[in-house]
């Protein structure tokens, strides 16, 4: 399982035009990204999973991350042995506790005790007929206690929504032997009103997740960054610019100990898949 390098981090290949999806993984695929990565906020995401492996032939597909609040981790471990067994090495089982107002809007008082359900969930993994290996998953990790889950029982971390800051930290906390695979988002403009346009927004929608503020909150931020969205914090959380501009966000997390990074480019319309910024940053990688 090649997780050198950079990948992709996409929304659209998972929930936009399923033809479409497919002919733009097979694209990201010759262009040499290494990681294919897409959420699941619901619906049968292992189904993505598997047609994605079928248009590709070199990439890993990665869930960022599988929700394991809505699936049972048997059919889980049944179904990668059967995707591994069809497409060799190639999916990476990225496992998530998601966040307590999304898991609480359809069952209130369901999300409880995080560390104590991902832990029961890769027991499962483990105790299943077909189990999956910890080398073959990785754990969406913010904090140190998850960050010491994820090194003790898995092949390394997957963090959203962070800084190089926020990898060094990680990378320390993991230690030498894990994968750190970290999210970084992107807008390729030199003008800091469209790139506000584009990606404010989309940026105060994380902030209401009490897991990335808080993240925030514990390497610097201030409530008053969070509550504004402030420049500061825009500017660390998303690279725009031109596509050096973003190349050099992608080197830091390198530098910080990142083994791979799963670049999230944003466009204007959000409904259309970036297709034109997956090349410009192809063609700046080569």
């Known amino acids: 399982m090649n997780l050198d390098g950079v990948g ?26 290494t990681g294919l990565w897409i959420p699941d906020v619901g619906g049968p995401v292992l189904d993505s999973v598997e047609n994605l492996l079928g248009a590709t032939k070199n990439a890993v597909i990665a869930t960022g991350i599988l929700n394991i609040w809505m699936h049972d981790p048997g059919d889980v471990a049944a179904a990668h042995a059967t995707l591994s067994a069809a497409h060799g090495d190639r999916f990476l089982l990225g496992l998530g506790v998601s966040h307590a107002p999304l898991i609480d809007a359809t069952e209130p008082g369901r999300y409880d005790k995080p560390l104590s359900a991902i832990g029961a969930f890769l027991d499962g993994l483990d105790n299943s007929e077909r189990p999956v290996a910890p ?46 695979l970290p999210e970084q988002t992107a807008i390729l403009t030199d003008d800091r009103e469209q790139a506000r346009a584009i990606g404010t927004d989309w940026l105060r929608g994380y902030l209401a997740m009490p897991n990335y503020a808080n993240n925030l909150l514990r390497i610097g931020f201030s409530e008053e960054d969070l509550e504004s969205v402030s420049d500061r914090l825009f500017d660390a959380i998303i690279a725009w610019g031109d596509e050096a501009a973003v190349l050099d966000r992608v080197r830091e997390h390198q530098s910080a100990g990142a083994d791979h990074v799963c670049v999230q480019m944003l466009a204007a319309d959000a409904r259309e898949f970036p297709r034109e910024e997956w090349r410009r940053l192809a063609a700046a990688l080569r």
């Open 135 to 180: 080398e073959s998953r990785v754990l969406a990790a913010l904090g140190p206690k998850m960050l010491k889950t994820a090194a003790e029982r898995s092949r390394g971390a997957h963090p959203y929504l962070i800084t190089p800051q926020h990898t060094a930290t990680a990378r320390e906390a993991l230690g030498d032997g894990p994968l750190l």
């Open 8 to 33: 992709i981090w996409s929304s659209h290949l998972r929930y936009g035009d399923p033809a479409e999806a497919l002919d733009a993984a097979a694209e990201l695929d010759e262009l040499g990204f």
